[in-house]
Structures are given as structure tokens and as C-alpha cells.
């Protein structure tokens, strides 16, 4: 019964596929207004807008994000949540261990 509301599917993965540095950044970038990722803070981690375009290369931890950005969009995923309870990505970096 979708009655004609657009429904979305949001994978959820491991949040340890961002360093603690990069976790911290966007902790305050997903709260700013113009800020380089689209997303919002949760209570485990983050829910982030894959995009069309990568990131660009001025983006402090374009590094970290681009790949995990990458992976969505390649899955046909407009937003990924990074959470710690989410299952790893063989092929993606692992930096931590939660």
C-alpha cells in the first residue's frame, strides 16, 4: 500500500569504515549549513546522502568518505548509514574496531 509515497532502502553498514577523526568531523559537518556531506547525526552514527558527484577534494576526509560514498552510489543507494551495530563491507578500508 504505497499510495503513490516514494519509498527508499537505506543499507546500513559498519561505522568503522571511517576513521574516529573523520566520525568526529561528522559529528559537527552533518549539523552545518553548506558544509561538504549531506547528512544528519544519529544516535550510533550518521545517515549520509551518497550523491551524484564525488566529494570534493578540498573536503577534509574526502579519503575516508569518498569510497563509502562510492560503494552506495555503485549499489544504486541514494544514502548509506554508517552505524556501529552495521555488518563491514568486504573491499572496504575497516579503520577501527568498535
Do not use: K
Amino acid at each position: 500500500m504505497d499510495q503513490g509515497i516514494e519509498l527508499m532502502r537505506v543499507p546500513v553498514i559498519s561505522s568503522s569504515h571511517v576513521t574516529r577523526a573523520c566520525g568526529e568531523w561528522l559529528n559537527v559537518a552533518t549539523g552545518e549549513r553548506d558544509s561538504f556531506i549531506c547528512g544528519f547525526e544519529g544516535p550510533y552514527g550518521w545517515i549520509l546522502f551518497a550523491g551524484e558527484e564525488p566529494l570534493p577534494p578540498d573536503c577534509p576526509y574526502v579519503d575516508v568518505l569518498s569510497p563509502v560514498l562510492a560503494w552506495a552510489r555503485s549499489n544504486g543507494y541514494d544514502w548509506v548509514r554508517l552505524d556501529e551495530d552495521g555488518d563491514p563491507v568486504p573491499g572496504l578500508a575497516v579503520y577501527r574496531t568498535l
